[in-house]
Nanobody
């Protein structure tokens, strides 16, 4: 069964870093892509970035380019979202999403994890 679980969220100050993890079960990045979405308070959910395999990266959100990076472990079953120089507007719930491809449809959503950037 395809499942994903997010971890690593929390409270940080502006300018600090945080790394989110998405642990996959029932598949690897050779089978599906994993994308990160986020939803800020009072706003609609938006796609951030996606990874297929280990190097096929799709950026959805220009506002995080240069600050966020995506990568996977060697087994291609855990995807990391490294978030540097965090800003208050990065606050929100971050979701790990299994997709048929970075431009494909969603197969499974994680429950989401809270990221708060505040001084």
């Amino acid at each position: 069964q395809v499942q994903v679980v997010e971890s690593g969220g929390g409270l940080v100050q502006p300018g600090e870093s945080l790394r989110l993890s998405c642990a996959a079960s029932g598949f690897t990045l050779d089978d599906y892509a994993i994308a990160w979405f986020r939803q800020a308070p009072g706003k609609t959910r938006e796609p951030v970035i996606c990874l297929k395999g280990t190097t096929d990266i799709t950026w959805y959100l220009e506002a995080v380019r240069g600050r966020f990076t995506i990568s996977s472990d060697v087994a291609k079953t855990t995807v990391f979202l490294q978030m540097n120089n965090l800003k208050r507007e990065d606050t929100g719930v971050y979701y790990c999403v299994v997709r048929t491809g970075c431009g494909g449809i969603a197969v499974r959503w994680g429950h989401g994890i809270q990221v708060n950037v505040s001084s």
